[in-house]
Nanobody, 122 residues
Framework: QVQLVESGGGLVQAGGSLTLSCAAS????????MGWYRQTPGNRRELVAA???????NYADSVKAQFTISRDNAKKTVYLQMNSLKPGDTAVYYC????????????????WGQGTQVTVSS
């Protein structure tokens, strides 16, 4: 079993900052890409930021220079530092990880966290 547990969401005023964390646990051989998506009611889940296990990053244009993704491979944890938050950043944020497990052979699948609400008030 693999589990992704997010933390750090909450209510913040516009211009404020939050840091989201997502820790993976379970029977894991290797964690490949990790990332954060967000979703608002009635809309599709959209990529916010992603990071490879070598540290290469990719950001949605809307959050470049505002958000920073990082990871600690030893802790199996990915972080999202969010600065200068705007009401438009209000969403449920989901952690994502592509994880390889060894179950008689190597199997790689995507896993998702349960989501954490970020609300930015004006």
């Amino acid at each position: 079993q693999v589990q992704l547990v997010e933390s750090g969401g909450g209510l913040v005023q516009a211009g404020g900052s939050l840091t989201l964390s997502c820790a993976a646990s379970g029977d894991i051989f290797r964690i490949n890409d990790m990332g954060w998506y967000r979703q608002t009611p009635g809309n599709r889940r959209e990529l916010v930021a992603a990071i490879t296990n070598a540290g290469s990053t990719n950001y949605a244009d809307s959050v470049k220079a505002q958000f920073t993704i990082s990871r600690d491979n030893a802790k199996k944890t990915v972080y999202l530092q969010m600065n200068s938050l705007k009401p438009g950043d209000t969403a449920v944020y989901y952690c994502y990880a592509q994880i390889t497990r060894f179950i008689e052979h190597y199997v790689t699948n995507p896993y998702w966290g349960q989501g954490t609400q970020v609300t930015v008030s004006s």
